[in-house]
Structure formats: C-alpha cells, structure tokens
C-alpha cells in the first residue's frame, strides 16, 4: 500500500524558516518524481514544486522560487521542503504527491493527509 505522511507543518512567525518531510511507503520510492503542492484558507490546489526521481533536477513555483527548496533522501525515502522567508501568502495545508509519470508532467497518483503551515505574528 501506497503511504505518503507529511510533518514538519507549524505556527510561524513572517521571515521564519520550515522544513516539512514526507515519508514514504509502499513503492519505490527513488522511481518517482515528487511534488509539493498546498491549498490556502478558501483556495484552490497550487503546485509548489517538483523533483527528478534522481533528485537532480528540480522546478519551482514563481512564488517560492528563492525562498523554497525541495529535495530529497532516496536513501531514507523521504521528500523534503525547507521554506525560508515565510510570507502570510504561504499559510496553508502542504502535501506531498506522487508524480508517476515525470518531475514535469503535472499529474498525481498518490498524496498525503497535508500538514499545516500558518505564517503569522
């Protein structure tokens, strides 16, 4: 069974740093690509960013590019995204998912239950 679980999500102040995890389970985990993607209060899915398999490659939302980074421990199966400079704008539900066909094709097979993320002072 496939299993991705989020953590990491947490109350911060604007300018504050996070890093999330994914852990994940059931498959092979350095064959895929994987994304983060997050919902705000009262929005829609916004995409925040993607890796290779081979983590050597990676992709970024104009509103994170510079202050986000994914990577990843295929090692350790586990996906990461540490976020800098919060904004209020980055306060919502973060989830990891599963990209299966590549690190650039917008397509999801599997996501996790989503972390909290709440930039406020």
């Known amino acids: 069974e496939v299993q991705l679980v989020e953590s990491g999500g947490a109350l911060v102040q604007p300018g504050g740093s996070l890093r999330l995890s994914c852990a994940a389970s059931g498959f092979t985990f350095s064959s895929y690509a994987m994304s983060w993607v997050r919902q705000a209060p009262g929005k829609g899915l916004e995409w925040v960013s993607a890796?290779?398999?081979?983590?050597?490659?990676?992709i970024y939302a104009d509103s994170v590019k510079g202050r986000f980074t994914i990577s990843r421990d295929n090692a350790e199966n586990t996906l990461y995204l540490q976020m800098n400079s919060l904004k209020p704008e980055d306060t919502a539900v973060y989830f990891c998912?599963?990209?299966?066909?590549?690190?650039?094709?917008?397509?999801?097979?599997?996501w996790g239950q989503g972390t909290q993320v709440t930039v406020s002072s």
């Open positions: 890796i290779h398999s081979g983590g050597g490659s990676t």
């Open positions: 998912a599963r990209r299966p066909v590549s690190y650039l094709t917008p397509n999801y097979d599997y």
